[in-house]
């Protein structure tokens, strides 16, 4: 009986976050054609990261309020506690967001000018009467990005970087918890510092890499701080697992956690030169590339099992290391137009 119970309750939990991931994977490539419309031509980076920003935050969030939830009311009562942010989420953005800025009545025409300013056809707003050839135009377009090299050496390397995320994300509790042994409620409350530090250092590289680009072109603009970022996950990824000191080694983890979220934006603003028109197309493959990390949990799980905690973040400083490296394949010079020339 008893068994038959937990069957149910684990296909239930595999159902729900069937349908969460579903729903979840089409926000940030969306979002990002939604940038590339809503902001200048090259200022892509700074808004992707506030994305990363607000997610840091929550993630912050998660370990401490979780806990104290599950230990006040217990694991299932927590989600009936947090399931309602959702829906009150989603309620405002569907009465505020829209699709391009002529269409908010808060954006006056001096404001659209600046966004429209400079942009070639391919990332011009599109108008809102369709257009005969728009069709099958958007077809060639997505079969476009969807072969596009850039494209998919960006998915490939946001695929390494997303390695050691995956790493914080799924198993970072249980590391300080059975490794550095903590208590359950201390590991909760220090589970949120790697995003905390996140979220801070996700604005400042979506600053330096907006920045960049309008003074070095896209290029280089895009390739520095993502291999900036990357070699440094690399360096204190292993520095943290070899702290003798385990609050030395979760501040070193925290710092290695918010160098992925420095390195993030300059992904999004990449998929966007590359993308132009058709962003979203061309985020979602990228994305797909990030995404795929997740499916590694168990063999994550049994490299923790079998061979321990240091090999398994070797192996993540690894894929960091490999992940700058394929930034060197990137080349977004094409679009020129950004102030730094073909960069």
């Keep these: 009986m008893f068994a038959g119970s937990a069957t149910a309750v684990l296909l239930g939990l595999i159902v729900v976050r069937f349908l969460m991931g579903i729903t979840h994977a089409p926000i940030f490539p969306v979002s ?64 505020y967001a829209r699709d391009t800025p002529r269409e908010h009545a808060a954006v006056a025409p ?46 490939a390397s946001y695929f390494c970087m997303n390695c050691t995320f995956y790493i914080f994300a799924d198993w970072l509790f249980t590391y300080l918890v059975e490794e550095r042994k903590f208590s359950l409620l201390a590991g909760g409350l220090l589970f949120a510092l790697p995003f905390i530090a996140g979220s801070v250092f996700a604005v400042l590289g979506g600053l330096a890499c907006d920045a960049l680009c309008q003074r070095i072109g896209p290029r280089w603009g895009c390739r520095t701080p993502a291999i900036i970022g990357l070699l440094m996950v690399s360096i204190l990824l292993l520095a943290g697992a070899r702290a003798p000191n385990p609050y030395m080694a979760v501040a070193l983890l925290a710092l290695c956690f918010a160098f992925t979220q420095f390195s993030d934006a300059a992904y999004w603003s990449a998929a966007t030169f590359a993308g132009r028109r058709h962003t979203s197309a061309a985020a979602g493959v990228m994305n797909t590339g990030g995404s795929l990390p997740g499916l590694l949990a168990p063999l994550i799980g049994w490299l923790i099992d079998h061979v321990g905690w240091p090999p398994t973040f070797a192996g993540g400083s690894l894929m960091a290391v490999v992940g700058a490296g394929l930034w060197l394949l990137v080349d977004t010079s094409r679009s020129s137009h950004v102030r730094g020339g073909a960069g």
């Design 32 to 95: 990002s054609g939604a940038i590339a419309q809503w902001f200048p031509i090259g200022g892509w980076a700074f808004p992707n990261s506030m994305q990363n920003f607000g997610l840091g935050l929550g993630q912050a969030c998660v370990g401490p309020v979780v806990t104290f939830l599950i230990i006040a009311v217990g694991w299932r009562a927590s989600f009936y506690w947090l399931a309602p942010l959702g829906f009150a989420v989603a309620a405002w953005w569907w009465f």
């Design 110 to 155: 001096a404001e659209l000018a600046l966004i429209q300013a400079g942009r070639e056809a391919e990332f011009a707003i599109p108008a809102t009467s369709m257009r005969p050839d728009t069709a099958a135009s958007r077809r060639a377009g997505m079969r476009s990005v969807l072969l596009d090299r850039n494209v998919l050496v960006l998915a």
